[in-house]
Structure formats: structure tokens, C-alpha cells
């Protein structure tokens, strides 16, 4: 089992529409999840960050985190054709003999369509 | 604020050459990381520093992968030989320090070995 693991999709959604994207991870024990954003041939964006379970919102997008079941989730309201893109779920453990490491799942591609 | 500096942007080698990546983290930030990204996978991480010291570099193939802060702002990283094998994006990212968990990218350098 991958220790975060995501759709790899393509994912596709009209323009104004509600994406979701998802995510597991196996380590029960983490503490610090995040969403990126990563454009064909850019480097990785941070665009959520989230550490408690519940919802945060920022704009159009929403991470929600549900750390009994061991998910997170983004939701993009509105979606937007520039809003297409890999989306990264990473998180961040602390378990035993864990220095703290980012681990990033393979990414989710987004396909917002006009 | 500028972001994470990283040169050069491209580099094309023969394998068994020598071959080196230089970063220079955002201003103020201790933490900084060296990962490595295979098309359409997630970052990997290669070795983390706390200032001038690697905290995390169990996944760094010591037999020709090395890396250097020596002053705990700039870092270099250098494969002597290459390999077919290490054809691959690598990116820097850094933090403000151990008890922050967001981190930030550079544009990364792809490297191709012939």
C-alpha cells in the first residue's frame, strides 16, 4: 500500500462546476496535510494547507480532512480552465522513525473544459 | 519576497559526466529540502538540512548522489557519474524551520543524461 495514494485521474469537469479531488495516506499518526498545485513543466505550488480535522476555506478552494478515515479532499468551487492541472496531496508524519518528511502521492490531473 | 532561486533550469549530459544543481533558499528560511520528480509522480525526497546540517538523507544514493550547505543559506547538489537512470526533475524547496510544515518550490532543474 502506498502511503499516499491518489486518483491519477484525468479528472474532468465543465467550467463553473465543483471539482473534487482526494486523497488517502496510511500513517495514522500524521500531523500536517497539504495541497499543491503543479502547471505541465512548473514546479509544485502550495495552494492548502491543513492540520485539523474539519474544513478550510480560501477563496474557491476547500481542503477537508478527516483524519478517522484517514482522507483529505479539495474542492475547487467554479472551476476554472485555468485551474487544469496536477494536483498533489502530501503529508507530513511523525511517526517512529519518521524524520518528518513530506510524502507526496502521485497527483491528480484536473481537466476544467470550457 | 523572492522565492527559491535554483540554476540552472536545463541541463543535458552524457552519461558517466559529472553534473551539479545549485539552490538558494528564501531569505530567512532554515529548512531546506532537495527532491527529485519522475514524470507523472510525486516529489521524492532526497535530503532535508536544518541550516548546514542533512537531517534526512536515507534516501540519497550516497554512491554518487552528494550535497553541501556549507554556510546554511546555498546548497549544491551534485550526481558524479550520472546515470540513463537519473533523467528526472530536481527541485528545492525550503522552509522557515523544523516546526513549519510549508514548504516552497523552485522552478527546479530538469536533467536529461544521453
Known amino acids: 500500500q502506498k502511503e499516499v495514494e491518489q486518483n491519477s485521474g484525468p479528472l474532468s469537469v465543465p467550467e463553473g462546476a465543483i471539482a473534487s479531488l482526494n486523497c488517502t495516506y496510511s500513517?495514522?499518526?500524521?500531523?500536517?496535510f497539504f495541497w499543491y498545485r503543479q502547471y505541465s513543466g512548473k514546479s509544485p505550488e502550495l495552494i492548502m494547507s491543513?492540520?485539523?480535522?474539519g474544513d478550510k476555506e480560501d477563496g474557491r478552494f476547500t481542503a477537508q480532512l478527516n483524519k478517522a478515515s484517514q482522507y483529505v479532499s479539495l474542492l475547487i468551487r467554479d472551476s476554472q480552465p485555468s485551474d487544469s492541472a496536477t494536483y498533489l496531496c502530501?503529508?507530513?508524519?511523525?511517526?517512529?522513525?519518521?524524520?518528518?518528511?513530506?510524502?507526496f502521492g502521485q497527483g491528480t490531473t484536473l481537466q476544467v473544459k470550457p | 519576497e523572492a522565492g527559491v532561486v535554483q540554476s540552472p533550469r536545463y541541463k543535458i549530459i552524457e552519461k558517466k559526466q559529472p553534473v551539479a544543481f545549485w539552490c538558494n533558499p528564501i531569505?530567512?528560511?532554515?529548512?531546506l529540502y532537495w527532491y527529485l520528480q519522475n514524470l507523472g509522480q510525486g516529489p521524492e525526497l532526497l535530503i532535508r538540512?536544518?541550516?548546514?546540517?542533512?537531517?534526512?538523507d536515507s534516501q540519497l544514493p550516497k554512491d554518487r548522489f552528494s550535497a553541501e550547505r556549507l554556510k546554511g543559506v546555498d546548497s549544491t547538489l551534485k550526481i558524479q557519474p550520472a546515470e540513463l537512470g537519473d533523467s528526472a526533475v530536481y527541485l528545492c524547496?525550503?522552509?522557515?524551520?523544523?516546526?513549519?510544515?510549508?514548504?516552497?518550490f523552485g522552478p527546479g532543474t530538469r536533467l536529461t543524461v544521453l
Open positions: 538540512y536544518e541550516n548546514e546540517e542533512a537531517v534526512d
Open positions: 531569505s530567512g528560511h532554515n529548512t
Open positions: 491543513i492540520y485539523s480535522n
Open positions: 500513517d495514522r499518526v500524521s500531523q500536517s
Open positions: 524547496a525550503s522552509s522557515l524551520g523544523l516546526a513549519v510544515d510549508e514548504q516552497f
Open positions: 502530501a503529508v507530513k508524519a511523525r511517526g517512529s522513525g519518521n524524520t518528518g518528511k513530506l510524502i
